[in-house]
């Protein structure tokens, strides 16, 4: 990755390319494909991460906020934000749990399920764009590689 400064004068390169490649790779991977999909979501009337609350409400519905954050690795506050966002737009809807008043559940709305082919359709995209270049070993490895790692981070 290159910057120039501010007169235009010789372009440097960034410290963190060539001191952390790896790490740098990856933030530099997760931010260009946040932003595609940022721009694919839009379309769909959604910001990033919302679609993945509702694929699992998709999956299965009516589940409660801490269900949502344990199967999406997420936390409890990054959940109540996104399903609040979600429910303004009126694609979901809150509720208490009959058997346990502390308990939200969060369903799909009509509007919730009707978005789905739409996000499907994004992601669809998504993946097209993201493994243009790729063939299948190199999908294979990626995918292999970015468990590996997450794996690590995760322990």
Not at 44 to 73: F, I, K, T
Not at 117 to 137: C, G, P, Q
């Amino acid at each position: 990755m290159k910057i120039s400064d501010n007169d235009g004068a010789a372009e440097n390169e960034i410290s963190a390319v060539t001191r952390f490649p790896v790490s740098f790779s990856i933030f530099s991977l997760a931010r260009s494909h946040h932003r595609v999909a940022g721009q694919l979501l839009r379309e769909a009337g959604l910001y990033p991460g919302q679609e993945l609350v509702l694929m699992q409400l998709w999956q299965r519905d009516s589940q409660s906020q801490n269900s949502l954050s344990r199967s999406l690795r997420l936390d409890h506050s990054t959940i109540a934000k996104s399903v609040r966002r979600l429910e303004d737009a009126g694609l979901v809807s809150c509720s208490r749990s009959a058997e346990d008043k502390r308990v939200t559940l969060v369903s799909l709305t009509q509007a919730g399920r009707e978005v789905e082919s739409r996000v499907n359709e994004a992601w669809s995209k998504m993946e097209e764009i993201t493994i243009e270049n790729l063939n299948d070993e190199e999908k294979a490895q990626f995918v292999a590689l970015a468990k590996k790692i997450t794996a690590v981070l995760e322990s």
